[in-house]
């Protein structure tokens, strides 16, 4: 996954998919980031709730969630 720099124009921020989900495969989280957070929501439900992470909680988590 590839994480760039927000823009800081006040737009919607850029959801990014995962490089794991495929068109054939199953869906999967999308992250954006703000000024101040981290965003995930699921890719299934793009106006349903979303998770907001501080870079530090972000950080933290990843080792995690990549299974290091």
Do not use: H
């Not at 989900?21 to 999967?28: E, H, I, K, N």
């Not at 101040?36 to 933290?60: E, M, V």
């Amino acid at each position: 996954m590839i994480r760039k720099p927000p823009t800081g124009d006040g737009q919607a921020p850029e959801w990014i998919k995962s490089s794991y989900s495929t068109p054939d495969g199953p869906d999967c989280l999308e992250v954006a980031t703000t000024p101040a957070n981290i965003l995930i929501r699921d890719s299934k439900n793009p106006q349903g709730p979303r998770l907001a992470l501080t870079p530090t909680a972000w950080a933290t988590f990843l080792p995690y969630a990549s299974g290091c």
